[in-house]
């Protein structure tokens, strides 16, 4: 079935530490990829995207994302995270076979960071 | 600024009344659309509108209407709530270039409880 997939439900990273949230998505296509965070009480904030072009794709705050055609991966990462990196990342991607219409988001992976 | 308003923010009814949220975006764009957020189950669409006059079903319709009358507005409507409506909704907004979706832009989140 197509599918975008956070498998981390929750992820602990010490403050300063590296961090790498995984999303995976099934679509036969290469989709657009994007991924957004969700701090406490707020809406979504656009942190990158990728359409095409270079794979290691800059974002706000300090996040990078680097997409990998053949894992079918558009992994987060950031090299040191700050307490108020605290929040919910969603993965999300617009499939192809949408028309490129349709935003698909994963479930969502929740981080807590420690002092 | 360019945002997407919605109203209320917090908002406890009961069974069977009928309610509307608004939504309104003030950077022209075409598409619109609203999701309703779960826990363990990320943000799933209930209804999108590619432009005004047309709307169309998303993953998670049953109990919902809407309408797009105004570019600008998209209320989400619940003509008779129950109690598994109880959710936190967002409505999004997006440029559409060539039928090609480009990022969303959330509103705050409306949290709805219906008793």
């Known amino acids: 079935a197509q599918s975008v997939t956070q498998p981390d439900i929750h992820i602990t990273v010490s403050e300063g530490a590296s961090l790498e949230l995984r999303c995976n998505y099934s679509y036969g296509a290469t989709p657009y990829l994007f991924w957004y965070v969700q701090s406490p009480g707020q809406g979504l904030q656009l942190l990158l995207k990728y359409f095409s072009g270079d794979t290691l794709v800059q974002g706000i705050k300090g996040f990078e994302a680097e997409f990998k055609r053949s894992q079918s991966s558009f992994n987060l990462r950031k090299p040191s995270v700050h307490w108020s990196d605290a929040a919910e990342y969603f993965c999300?991607?617009?499939?192809?076979?949408?028309?490129?219409?349709?935003?698909?988001f994963g479930t969502g992976t929740r981080l807590l960071v420690s002092p | 600024e360019a945002q997407v308003t919605q109203n209320p923010r917090y908002l406890i009814t009961v069974t069977g009344k009928k309610l509307t949220v608004t939504c309104s975006q003030n950077m022209n764009h075409e598409y619109m659309s609203w999701y309703r957020q779960d826990p363990g189950l990320g943000l799933r669409q209930i209804y999108y509108?590619?432009?005004?006059?047309?709307?169309d079903k998303g993953d998670v319709p049953e109990g919902y209407k809407v309408s797009r009358k105004e570019k600008r507005n998209f209320p989400l409507i619940l003509e008779s709530p129950s109690p598994n409506q109880t959710s936190l909704y967002f409505c999004a907004s997006s440029l559409v270039t060539g039928k090609r979706n480009t990022e969303a832009f959330f509103g705050q989140g409306t949290r709805l409880t219906v008793v």
């Open positions: 999300a991607v617009v499939p192809m076979n949408t028309g490129f219409q349709k935003l698909v």
């Open positions: 509108s590619m432009n005004v006059e047309v709307t």
